[in-house]
């Protein structure tokens, strides 16, 4: 298994100009919710769901800052 730097791709994705504020945000809602059935349903989160929502939710702070 591969490292992952977190950090990086947080901020590849925040300064990415195709993705929207609100594309973001729509994302880590619908994880969000894929996330909770999941943990409902007693299932394995997926390890890649939660760096996913790791990256998506760091890389909104970047684009808080700026």
């Not at 969000?32 to 909104?60: C, H, K, S, W």
Request: aromatic share 4%; charged share 35%; glycine share 2%.
């Amino acid at each position: 298994m591969s490292k992952i730097d977190i950090d990086a791709l947080s901020r590849t994705v925040a300064y990415n100009i195709n993705i929207s504020d609100s594309d973001m945000r729509c994302a880590l809602v619908s994880l969000d919710d894929e996330l909770n059935e999941i943990e409902t349903g007693r299932r394995p989160i997926p390890i890649d769901l939660v760096f996913t929502r790791a990256i998506l939710r760091r890389a909104q702070k970047v684009r808080d800052r700026f």
